[in-house]
């Protein structure tokens, strides 16, 4: 069972910037995995901010683009999620979340919906003041 280690987050002022990490340990599926970053407030679903295929193929929500970065250490099994001119509706509790990347058979690797994505980190909170 693959387990997802998250780290990073904070509290920020508006404009600042933040990061997080989330490693991957346990990793068996044949095909590599599809990490997919969400944010949760509560009482709201999961929604999706960001997600990277295992060949590094990324893809964002249109509130995020321009302000968000995913990226992949393959050696170190982390994908990260740089976050930059952050507002004050940034502010959520962040999660990553993988399954395995089909995108060699057509299915891209998308944060549009959390259900693909059966193996989540613990979350990790962002506050950003105004």
């Known amino acids: 069972q693959p387990v997802l280690v998250q780290s990073g987050g904070g509290s920020v002022s508006a404009g600042g910037s933040l990061s997080l990490s989330c490693e991957i340990s346990g990793w068996t599926h044949d095909d590599g995995p599809c990490v997919g970053w969400f944010r949760q407030t509560s009482g709201k679903a999961r929604e999706g901010v960001a997600a990277i295929s295992a060949k590094g193929k990324t893809d964002y929500v249109d509130s995020v683009q321009g302000r968000f970065t995913v990226s992949q250490d393959n050696s170190k099994n982390t994908v990260f999620l740089q976050l930059k001119l952050l507002r004050a509706d940034d502010t959520a509790t962040y999660y990553c979340?993988?399954?395995?990347?089909?995108?060699?058979?057509?299915?891209?690797?998308?944060?549009?919906?959390?259900?693909?994505?059966?193996?989540w980190g613990q979350g990790t909170q962002v506050t950003v003041s105004s």
């Open positions: 979340g993988a399954h395995p990347d089909y995108s060699d058979y057509g299915v891209p690797c998308s944060a549009s919906e959390a259900t693909p994505f059966g193996y």
